[in-house]
């Protein structure tokens, strides 16, 4: 399956997550009338009465850690104790995993995702939690950090990427809010039995004793609920590891390194557990391996052997026992196998000619959505390297990324600049204009692949300033890219970028969705952002005309809709980008092709307009990797 055809089966999976959530509500629905018909009355009327006050009571429960997750990624990995990697780390195994997060994001093409470590877990493991690409959060334990060399770090990071980039991350976290509805009853009995005093005589003791009942019929009623909680995280997520395995492999182009880290989980004694057991069994289905220990009907993963001989098919399990025990003797130091292995230090790939142009087939780019190659890997980190230290060291510091990112939307044209800087001074303070100033040399004298990746660098910085603070800066990036006609597609693309990614971070649970609109449902839309990329990257009428049927003959080709380029220029793209987004994945697919046929309607690419074409489909929610590679 493609990136398109992996989020429309996410989607389908949570429809089927709400089909087993009500099979399992009429479950414990059932299970409470039967304690009141044996205990309480029976008449319809109490029955009816216990019904809807278990619904209202499991209502209750999902909605209140459905709002509890608004925060998204975060609010997950603070929950179970993450703490947040510096920028300036100087832990050689932080820095590392740093390096690793960073070259996955940018050969994926999104925004790099904040990183934690479970630093009290001594089990390899990992996790990926938010509700978008712009608030994810990647967390790996200090066991992980500490066993993995570098290609198993790579493998199990690879592999939460693909939990991001398939859409499973939304349908994970909201799997956590709709369970804890159903596991309610059992934590309101327990918190009975641990905190009641059942003493006394006489009519109290009658009291007591009813109390009591009532919360021993609530703990059975919760095994229910914790039951058909399990069957549903096992039955949601062990198709989705099989998948997340796939994609990882895909994207690293090796099965060692994940077929290494599993063999660790599988040889080592900590294994994949988590020390508190009552957090894992919420988050159990998001983790790279299995939590818990649970077997059969409820594993929420593949067995591991399963797993290792997918990825490696004349395996024998015999070599586990081998393992485990040259292990136990001696356990394993990610670091000194990767220098033992030669994994760090390798001299990252000189960058593509700015002037390189390439033939490309709008399918292909499709097909390459969120699916990066091991070419992207190294692609990404040749960007990393070729970034200059002025820039790159500030888009990591949060006191500093804004002038980094303001400085890319600062026009060539010194009289139009100095109105935007106006502006800044004016939003934000004269200081963050000062700066911006100061990097717009640095920004401007960029290769063109770079500009993209340098802001996907800086966004993990700029998600930790204040909310007031992201608001001014939103207001300010949308008034520099409409201050003047002049600003190029790109530049308004990227700030337009910029500016819905910390929207998405800002409410996450509100920005999440996966649309259902179908093509001819968005064709005005549609021939507008056509039209407005075919006149940005043709020499005249003509050749854009071109451009602008080939692209419309994919996605359209029974619609007649002339070649009008709107009058208000790139303005006219703030009312496509929403109805844009909501289409359904699968026209999705169809779309990129067609904006790819468009941008190479001469059956060639440039690298200014692949860069061109990643910032839009990154606007539309569909991140492409790096086109032209070295």
């Known amino acids: 399956m493609n990136f398109f055809e992996r989020q429309a089966a996410a989607r389908r999976a949570s429809t089927w997550l709400v089909a087993l959530f009500a099979m399992a509500v009429l479950g414990i629905v059932a299970a409470v009338d039967l304690a009141v018909w044996l205990f309480v009355a029976r008449s319809p009327g109490a ?33 179970l104790g993450g703490v947040p990697v510096p920028e300036d780390t100087t832990d050689l195994h932080l820095r590392r995993l740093r390096n690793v997060v960073e070259e996955m994001a940018i050969a994926s093409g999104v925004p790099v995702p904040r990183v934690f470590v479970l630093e009290h877990e001594a089990g390899i493991n990992a996790f990926a939690a938010g509700y978008a690409p712009s608030d994810a959060v990647v967390a790996v334990t200090r066991g992980a950090l500490e066993r993995l060399n570098r290609d198993e770090l790579q493998g199990v990071i690879a592999h939460e990427f693909g939990h991001i980039l398939n859409g499973d991350m939304r349908l994970n976290i909201r799997l956590i809010g709709v369970l804890f509805g159903i596991l309610v009853l059992a934590l309101i009995g327990r918190k009975i039995l641990e905190h009641g005093r059942f003493g006394g005589s006489g009519r109290n003791n009658k009291g007591a004793g009813a109390v009591l009942i009532a919360a021993l019929v609530a703990m059975v009623v919760g095994y229910v609920g914790l039951f058909f909680g399990r069957l549903i995280k096992a039955g949601v997520s062990r198709t989705r590891e099989r998948l997340a395995d796939a994609s990882a492999v895909q994207f690293t182009r090796q099965t060692q390194g994940l077929a290494g880290a599993l063999k660790k989980i599988a040889g080592l004694d900590a294994g994949s557990r988590l020390n508190e057991r009552g957090k894992a069994e919420e988050v159990s289905h998001m983790l790279f391996g299995d939590g818990l220990g649970l077997r059969g009907l409820f594993a929420t993963h593949p067995p591991l052997l399963e797993r290792i001989r997918t990825l490696e098919p004349q395996f024998d399990a015999r070599q586990l026992a081998g393992l485990s025990e040259r292990w136990r003797a001696t356990p394993p130091d990610g670091l000194d196998e990767d220098r033992l292995l030669g994994l760090a230090g390798a001299v990252p790939p000189p960058l593509p000619p700015a002037e390189r142009a390439a033939p490309v087939a709008p399918a292909q780019v499709a097909a390459r959505t969120a699916t990066p190659g091991a070419d992207a890997w190294r692609h990404a980190d040749a960007l990393i390297a070729a970034l200059p230290e002025a820039v790159r060291a500030p888009a990591r510091q949060p006191e500093a990324v804004m002038p980094v990112l303001l400085a890319l939307l600062l026009h060539e044209d010194a009289s139009i600049a100095e109105g935007q800087r106006a502006l800044i001074a004016g939003r934000l303070g004269p200081p963050t204009a000062v700066a911006a100033e100061r990097l717009r040399a640095e920004v401007a004298g960029l290769h063109p692949s770079l500009r993209l990746p340098l802001a996907e660098l800086a966004f993990p910085a700029l998600r930790r300033r204040p909310r007031p603070e ?69 020499a005249d009428e003509a050749q854009a005309r071109r451009a602008y049927l080939a692209g419309l003959n994919r996605v359209l080709p029974r619609d007649h809709l002339d070649y009008a380029p709107p009058a208000a220029g790139v303005r006219a793209l703030d009312a496509v980008w929403e109805p844009l987004d909501r289409l359904d994945p699968l026209a999705k697919q169809v779309m990129v092709e067609a904006l790819a046929e468009a941008v190479s309607h001469d059956g060639r690419i440039t690298v200014a307009e692949s860069e061109l074409l990643r910032t839009v489909c990154a606007v539309l929610g569909c991140p492409l990797p790096p086109l032209l590679a070295a």
């Open 470 to 538: 992201l608001d001014a800066f939103i207001a300010t990036v949308e008034a520099l890219v409409h201050a003047d006609g002049e600003v190029s597609l790109f530049e308004y693309c990227l700030g337009t970028l910029l500016a819905t990614q910390v929207r998405a971070y800002l409410d996450p649970a509100r920005h999440a969705r996966i649309g259902r609109r179908k093509p001819g449902d968005v064709r005005r839309e549609f021939a507008t952002l056509l039209a407005v990329l075919a006149q940005a990257g043709s």
């Open 47 to 79: 029955l009816l009465l216990a019904a809807a006050a278990t619904l209202a009571v499991i209502a209750l429960g999902s909605l209140y850690r459905i709002a509890s997750l608004r925060g998204g990624g975060e609010t997950v990995a603070l929950e």
